[in-house]
């Protein structure tokens, strides 16, 4: 069993990366061998919409044919058993970098036929995390819930199934009183950082578990 982890914040030791090195703990725990790649550390670029990969019965059918750091990668999830991704949220969506990532990872794999079709060659389980500083409650009023869902539809369709793990109201900085943020409640963030996260970070690690037993 093998797990491949993308982490799409730019912080390496974040909030994002905490909770993905607690799913494949997780996954460890089952025996499952795990790999956690920065995307962060990687040059590349998102879909420059060459078409390679749905040319009928071209070499890069169904494959990206852009070559960069990124190559690897995708050969790697072509390989592995199951895939997590994690990204902050900026903007209302995940991080520029998740983006492009995005946009390389999916769109080979997910073919113009009628109805839209999957060529990739083979169902694996993959886990969504996503960190945020806004609260649950505001995350539903202002629609984030449904923007996000459009993340899992893609891998179900592609990778046969996905579930997702949310994050809310986690702490951007280790001192509040240094940056303008007067929208945010110091004292609360670091009383939900105590009692809430470590929480995600047991949900994380029994994704993992999950995702390594088949579950």
Known sequence: MRILAINGSPRKKGNTATLLEQALKGAASKGAKTLLVQLSRLKFTG??????????????????????????????????DALIL???IYFG??????????????????AYTDPPSSV??????????????????QFHSVGL??????????????????????SFDTVQFKDYSKYVADSFDPKK???????????????????????????
């Open 145 to 166: 819930d449904r923007i996000l869902s459009a993340d899992r539809l893609l891998f179900e369709m592609v990778f046969g199934s996905a579930e997702t793990l949310c």
């Open 86 to 88: 994690g990204s902050p």
């Open 47 to 80: 879909c420059v919409s060459c078409f390679a990969c749905k040319r009928r019965k071209g070499k890069s059918y169904g494959r990206c044919k852009i070559k960069d750091d990124l190559t690897k990668v995708l050969v790697g999830i072509e390989k592995a």
């Open 93 to 110: 969506t995940t991080t520029a970098a998740t983006r492009a990532f995005l946009e390389r990872l999916l769109f080979p794999w997910l």
């Open 120 to 137: 990739f060659p083979k169902k694996i389980r993959t886990g969504l995390i996503y960190t945020m500083g806004t609260t649950e409650k």
């Open 189 to 215: 963030k670091a009383k939900h950082r105590k009692e809430v996260f470590p929480k995600d970070c047991k949900k994380a690690f029994e994704m993992g578990a999950k995702l390594a037993s088949g579950g």
